[in-house]
C-alpha cells in the first residue's frame, strides 16, 4: 500500500532533516492515522512539490516526527485537463469534483450554466466554492495525488465561451453530438476543455457560443449519465487516450 499523503506549507526540516508535522495533518496523522517508528509518509504542498519521509516519532496527540532528507519536484503531466463542471444539485458537486480528483483531473472549472437549478450567489457561493476546493484537497490527499487539482471561480458562459477558445482541444457532452469521445483526435501537448452540463442539458443557445468558439459536440455512449458522474467517465476516457494512464 502507497504512504499516506499530508498537506504542507513549507518542506523546512532542521537539523539532520528532522520534520515535524503539526497543526490538523499532524493531529490527524497520530490520533487518527496512529502512525509510527518507521512508517513511510509523504508531504506534499498540493502543487507539485513533495518529499518522501519516514516517521521518527511522535510527540503527544498533534505533532509527528519525521526524516525528510529531499525535497522534489513534480511536473505538471501533459496534455492538461480541465473539466468545466455545470452546478449539480445538493452535494452532488462535491461527489464529482471528488471522482474527478482521483481519475486525475487537472482543473475544475464551476459553471453556472443556464438550466441549473443550483445558483452560487454572495455568502452562498463563496461556500460552496469553498467546499469543492475541500473536497478536492481530501481526495488529492486520498488517492496519493502531490499536484491536486485547481479549482477556480464559477464561470459565465461567455467566460467558458473564452477558455474553450484557447483549449487545444475543447469538447462539449451532449446528446447532438454525432462522434463519440472515444474516438476523437487528442493533442498531446497543451489544453484539453471538456464541458458538461447540469441535469437539464446545454441549452440551444450555449452550444452555438461554443461552437463558435471552437469547440464540438461529442457524446459518451448510449446510456445517459447524471452531471456529476458524466465529467468522471469522460476525464477517463481522455487520460486513458492521451496516455496519462499507461
Not at 481530501?138 to 477558445?165: C, D, I, M, N, Y
Amino acid at each position: 500500500m502507497t504512504a499516506p499523503v499530508f498537506v504542507v506549507e513549507h518542506f523546512d526540516a532542521g537539523g539532520g532533516g528532522r520534520y515535524v508535522l503539526d497543526g490538523p495533518e499532524g493531529r490527524h496523522a497520530v490520533s487518527v492515522k496512529r502512525l509510527r517508528a518507521g512508517e513511510d509518509v509523504v508531504l506534499t504542498d498540493g502543487s507539485g512539490r513533495w518529499a518522501d519521509c519516514v516517521v521518527l516519532g511522535t510527540e503527544g496527540k498533534d505533532r509527528l516526527v519525521l526524516q525528510l532528507d529531499s525535497v522534489h519536484e513534480e511536473p505538471a503531466e501533459q496534455p492538461r485537463v480541465t473539466v468545466v463542471q455545470a452546478l449539480p444539485k445538493g452535494d452532488r458537486g462535491e461527489l464529482a469534483v471528488e471522482t474527478m480528483t482521483e481519475v486525475g483531473v487537472d482543473a475544475i472549472v464551476p459553471w453556472a450554466a443556464a438550466r441549473c437549478i443550483t445558483q452560487w450567489k454572495g455568502e452562498r457561493g463563496a461556500k460552496a466554492l469553498g467546499k469543492w476546493r475541500a473536497t478536492a484537497r481530501e481526495a488529492g490527499k486520498q488517492s496519493r495525488r502531490v499536484r491536486f487539482p485547481e479549482v477556480a471561480e464559477a464561470a459565465t458562459t461567455k467566460q467558458v465561451a473564452a477558455l474553450l477558445a484557447g483549449a487545444e482541444f475543447a469538447a462539449v457532452l451532449h446528446e447532438s453530438g454525432d462522434a463519440p469521445l472515444v474516438t476523437a483526435e487528442l493533442p498531446s501537448t497543451g489544453e484539453i476543455v471538456l464541458v458538461v452540463g447540469p441535469e437539464g442539458g446545454v441549452a440551444p443557445e450555449e452550444l452555438a457560443l461554443f461552437e463558435e468558439a471552437g469547440a464540438k459536440a461529442y457524446r459518451l455512449g448510449r446510456s445517459v449519465l447524471r452531471t456529476s458522474t458524466a465529467g468522471t467517465a469522460a476525464a477517463a476516457v481522455l487520460l486513458a487516450r492521451t496516455g496519462r494512464w499507461s
